[in-house]
């Protein structure tokens, strides 16, 4: 199955701070990849050279089979990109900005426009400056998933909706993925969001992919232990964080040590609080 993105050894720096190093991370059809990782850990930075909208130092991204820094028309046609800050159409109506929009694409789903219309509950004759945060995020949205792409970067796309819409579209997103086939990359602070719908989890700390796999896999397999030899020979899992008698580890497949005193299960707001925990 080929990737829809491909990202190989990818690193960047910012006055001489790196802030992605050696990421490689790659989605196909069907796969939802939650992206989780503190403020400032380069998750918007890993989007944008996704797409070709900033350089990496060294690596290469590569979108729908096509490198990210020479996407023609008809690749970016089938990708879809909602950021994190608001967008234009200030002086547009609803109605008018996504007619603009539309125009773009030839694959424009009318009857999906309608139904997200209504689930968001935007009117059509809305001024789209006089909109909310959340009411412009959800605009955002519909614009980026009402043509179907192939590929969707979503950089935290429901942080502004009510919980009981954003439960409804994270619901549709994964219904989107597996209906059309698509690949999905959203980042997320919400880990309840994510656990319900991601396929995949990647976590991102201090510039560095430390955990990128099946999100079964990592609630399966991910546990916090706690011993009493500080001298713990942990050489058959991976640690992703460790203290001087507490450890968060992946990998666990049940083994014993003699000085272990304890072993916690996570879930993934655990889980991403531990790793971080200094």
Request: hydrophobic share 45%; proline share 3%; aromatic share 6%.
């Amino acid at each position: 199955m080929s990737d829809l993105l491909n990202l190989n050894q990818i690193t960047k720096s910012f006055d001489g701070v790196a802030v992605l190093n050696n990421i490689s991370l790659a989605i196909q059809p069907g796969m939802v990849v939650g992206l989780l990782g503190k403020n400032g850990a380069g998750k918007t930075t890993l989007m944008r050279i996704a797409l070709g909208l900033q350089q990496p130092d060294s690596g290469l991204a590569t979108c729908l089979g096509m490198a990210s820094n020479a996407l023609n028309i008809a690749v970016k046609e089938r990708i879809g990109y909602v950021p994190q800050q608001a967008f234009g159409y200030d002086g547009f109506t609803v109605r008018d900005a996504l007619r603009l929009h539309a125009s773009f694409y030839p694959n424009w789903d009318h009857g999906l426009e309608c139904s997200w219309l209504k689930r968001f509950q935007l009117a059509d004759n809305q001024v789209v400056e006089k909109l909310s945060i959340g009411q412009r995020q959800a605009l955002a949205l519909i614009m980026a998933m009402a043509y179907r792409p192939k590929l969707l970067l979503l950089d935290e796309p429901v942080a502004s909706l009510d919980p009981i819409t954003r439960r409804a579209f994270m619901s549709d997103l994964f219904e989107l993925a597996l209906e059309s086939g698509s690949g999905i990359l959203f980042s997320s602070h919400i880990t309840t969001d994510l656990e319900r719908v991601a396929s995949h989890v990647a976590l991102i700390k201090d510039g560095e992919l430390i955990l990128n796999d099946e999100i079964d896999t990592v609630k399966e397999q991910t546990r916090l232990i706690r011993f009493t030899d500080s001298n713990i020979d942990l050489s058959t899992v991976k640690v992703l964080n460790r203290h001087a008698q507490s450890a968060v580890i992946f990998g666990y497949s049940g083994q014993v040590w003699p000085s272990v005193t304890a072993v916690q299960t996570l879930s993934l707001e655990q889980l991403f609080i531990e790793v971080h925990e200094s």
